[in-house]
């Protein structure tokens, strides 16, 4: 083995490329390492968190039921807007997005008080929320 190995030493001054090959000292980068690493794009659906009030096939029922509650709990429904996730084979019918999971649960205590049943869904990163 050190026979096979003894003629290989480090250069000693400065090693130019072969004849023909690209010499890689002389390419200068056009942007700067740091300018070349972007952060990722941030997701067109972020995870958020709703209320959810009701669940159907059928958006037109589903926005039948939204103007009902919000009908019947003219104040705790005030300033609400409606939304929409498909949940398998049907919808959810929800309320938010919420800033914390706190203020969902003290939307939804306001809820159950009005006798409206319902509970707090985080919206998972990439799932589509619509509004109604």
């Not at 209320?51 to 705790?76: I, K, S, Y």
Request: hydrophobic letters at 40%.
């Amino acid at each position: 083995m050190a026979d096979a190995f003894a003629d290989l030493s480090l250069p000693t001054g400065p090693v130019a490329p072969p004849p023909g090959a690209v010499d890689v000292r002389k390419i200068k980068p056009k942007a700067k390492p740091a300018e070349l690493v972007k952060e990722p794009p941030k997701p067109a659906h972020p995870s958020r968190i709703w209320v959810q009030v009701g669940t159907g096939r059928d958006e037109g029922a589903l926005g039948f039921t939204w103007r009902t509650l919000a009908r019947q709990n003219a104040e705790v429904f005030k300033g609400r807007s409606a939304s929409l996730s498909e949940w398998g084979r049907t919808n959810r019918l929800l309320t938010g997005p919420f800033p914390t999971e706190a203020a969902a649960t003290a939307f939804l205590g306001k809820l159950k008080k009005a006798g409206v049943d319902a509970f707090v869904w985080t919206s998972p990163a990439g799932q589509v929320v619509d509004a109604l």
